[in-house]
């Protein structure tokens, strides 16, 4: 399986207020057309910093991207316009996404025109789009504003806007943290739906391991700006390999994602670990550590063909 984008060890460091952040550690992944990739990993381990370098919307400060075979890492500008039209991100808040003055038929038209698309398509692109979110008859919808809609209903807009310039990935971040938890699922449903219509790539980036489930074949987990684990989504649930991921699993009693479940109950800070510090920056709430943990920082390591994870534990030095 040939990688439609490709990442390989990504970082991210911010200077704010006179101190930098270590957002992202060293992330490499890749994705597959048709692949639907999850990230997950609690508040602040770096999920978005990673998309939005993803996406190039961050320059990353170490690392390399590829994007179908082409190296993206370094490009600016008009160099990037192609990307942009192909790798298309669903915001979280779609309260704010769309411009509030725009009517739909605006908002969806815009893209289309920055990308170059003739404007005699541009009627036909919208009404499959519009009709591929289920807002039918699309002319019905054309010339309402945001303030018209409901939550739902205004990101199925963000998703057809996403989804007008044609992409071959999409990356959802939070992509329905903010709706009511009654109007989850249909979205979701929306988004796989269009996947396996359109032979799309995806990245979904979540807190929410119930989300992850529901719509990932395979997952990264994520713990202060590293990845600690890798695998399909069902195998690393059934059986974390490492601690973080157990305690991930243990915050989801149920695989439902029209729930509200409680916050997660561990919590690191990245001030607690500057990465030239060596051990396992997970030691500290980890119910299995060992003298080891401090002294050496695990590495992310194959613990079967297709799973791998970053921990000492059942590891033989
Ligand atoms: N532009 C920025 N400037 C400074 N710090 C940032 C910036 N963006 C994110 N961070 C910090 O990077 C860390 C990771 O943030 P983020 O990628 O948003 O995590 P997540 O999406 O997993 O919640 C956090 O500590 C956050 O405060
Ligand atoms: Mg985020």
Redesign the pocket.
Known sequence: MSALLEAVGLRKT?R?RGRL?H?VEGVSLAVAAGEALGIV?E????????ARMLLRLEEPTEGGIRFDGADITKLHGNALRPFRARAQLVFQNPFDALNPRFTIRRSLTEPLRNFGVAASEHRERIDAVLRRVRLTPPESWLDRRPHELSGGQLQRVVLARALVPEPRLIVADEPVSMLDVSVRAGILNLLREARDALGLAAIYISHDLALIRYVCERTLVMYLGQVVEEGPTAALIAEPAHPYTAVLVAAVPVARVDQNRAALPVRGS?SDAPPTAPGCTFRDRCPHAMPRCTADTPALRSISGDRRVACHLGDLP
């Open positions: 911010f704010a952040v957002a990993g508040s602040g381990c770096g999920k978005t910093t990673t990245l």
